[in-house]
């Protein structure tokens, strides 16, 4: 085990978790977390007010939206504590929603002052709509010391977003053109590939899929930047801007 997570470093993870999760799955799919990544730090999760149903996805967005100020509160209790040195994020699906939005409004209160507050901030297929994703990234990066987006193109749920939202993409979509969303400072990969039940049908499953988990527990035990850094099969591209992007092989 690294020093970043060991006792020689005051380390905390939260995990905010998505659409269909009630509060006993995501209690469970935290310890799930930190025992696949051989976490010791302090494990956090912030539990939105979800029905846990497969058809109640519209009750769900309205919940998660109405968690922002909460969250946000949350957040700067725990932040305020001063009893961490580092403070990691991994927010799942509608779980983003909330966060952004809250991240955004502490970034504003401290205009000037802002400090960076959260080591790796790690956005796993992000229901977000994907212009506002753009304008929020700058609060996200400013706050964070490093951010890095999960992006898959067969994940069910995002398609019923998309389905909500007119056909508007996700943060965490794939364009046709095998692109996720894409912005500087903020490590975008797309990981279709790693498992077709990485975020389909299995939505919350990404937390089974050992390759994904073994990417998020180098983030997290060692800080590892870029993606390719990490695992040497994955490709890094660019767009036409030069922006990188990452994508796992078939």
Known sequence: MSSRISGETRSAILYIHGYNVGF??????????????????????????????LFDYEYDQQSARQARKYLGEFLEIVTGTN???????IAHSLGSDPLLEAIKD?????????????????LAAPDVDWDVFLEMAEHLVQLSENVTLYASGKDWALEVAELYAGGEPRAGSVLENGSPIITSEIESINATALNTALFSFGHNDYVKNRVLMEDIGRLIDRGIHPPNRRNNTVRQLRNSDGIPYWIFPN
């Open 24 to 53: 006993d799955q995501a209690a469970f799919r935290l310890a799930q977390i930190t025992h696949d990544l051989q976490y010791d730090g302090v494990p956090f999760f912030y539990s939105l007010p979800s029905r846990a149903g």
């Open 83 to 89: 009893e961490f040195d580092e403070i990691n994020i």
């Open 106 to 122: 502490m970034n504003l209160k401290m205009r000037e002052d802002s400090a960076v507050l959260f080591n790796e901030l790690i």
